[in-house]
């Protein structure tokens, strides 16, 4: 007597969006993680994007490092003027502020009341490195009233700790040990899935620095290359003073790690003679 054959019934086709929707299985997850971190260990700049970083005014955005605070009236223009929720940060006091960025540009006083009449937070002493605390002493003492406890972006255009450094060696350590304290600090007032924009020219001795592995080290594997996209001032109204007037850069924006739903974001930028050593 011939035996029939078990019929063996098929797993059910999924529908073309259903499989695209279906979670990818631990261990594939885990190849990713790994895949992930070894570009940024290699100093791999990931995807390229054509269009800079988008900013919006439903966003808590934080500039630190503002100087004459140039870039954040092009970036509140951009916005159309709905600066509510734009907080401007610059490391030096006001007076010092008001001393060292005399010619060259649009007067300080002037920058600083039109960002005053949009609403822009503006803070003075604040440490790009120890961001909470500075931030919290600021306020405090300039009786800044509502100030974000998280930013959604926070923008570090061309950082330098400014030493006139001869040394290249010496002067690549110097600027990696302040970044380093940057991406550490600014994961304390970052919200889940914000970014990290920081602009740099790219080019020696920029390229020493290995933003992308620094990042990624300084916070114990929480930042991660997003992707990279030029950095173009001419998207931003206004005159930009020398170090914000990059041309065409390289914006190299940085995650945290997937499994935690949280974005951080770098910007770099390409060498160009109108930006400072």
């Known amino acids: ?48 994007s054509k269009t800079g970083p988008q900013y919006h005014e439903s966003q808590q955005i934080l500039c630190v490092g503002e100087g004459n605070f140039s870039f954040a009236r092009a970036l509140v223009r951009t916005l159309e003027g709905q600066g509510q929720n734009l907080t401007a940060t610059a490391y030096d006091a006001r007076d010092t502020v008001d001393a060292k960025y005399q010619g060259g540009g649009d007067p300080v006083s002037d920058i600083i009341q039109e960002l005053q009449v949009c609403d822009v937070t503006l803070c003075y002493g604040v440490d790009a490195t120890q961001l909470a605390k500075s931030l919290q002493v600021a306020s405090k003492k300039q009786h800044v009233k509502n100030l974000p406890q998280a930013f959604d972006r926070i923008i570090f255009n061309f950082p330098h700790v400014g030493l006139g450094i001869k040394d290249q060696d010496i002067n690549v350590q110097k600027n990696q040990q ?100």
């Open 1 to 48: 007597m011939s035996k029939r054959k078990k019929s063996v019934k098929k797993p059910p086709r999924l529908h073309r969006n259903q499989a695209t929707a279906s979670k990818p299985s631990s261990t594939k997850r885990k190849q990713q993680d790994t895949a992930a971190r070894r570009k940024v260990a290699s100093g791999d700049r990931g995807p390229k």
């Open 178 to 277: 302040m970044l380093s304290s940057f991406f550490f600090s600014a994961c304390e007032v970052l919200k889940a899935d914000g970014e990290i924009h920081v602009t740099l020219k790219d080019g020696k001795p920029y390229s020493l620095w290995n933003i992308v592995s620094l990042a990624h080290h300084a916070t114990q594997g929480v930042l991660i290359l997003k992707t990279t996209c030029p950095f173009h001032a001419d998207q931003y109204p206004g005159k930009i003073i020398a170090q914000h007037d990059c041309k065409h850069g390289i914006v190299m924006v940085v995650l945290k790690e997937t499994r935690l739903k949280t974005a951080v974001s770098v910007c770099m930028s390409q060498a160009d003679p109108c930006c400072p050593n």
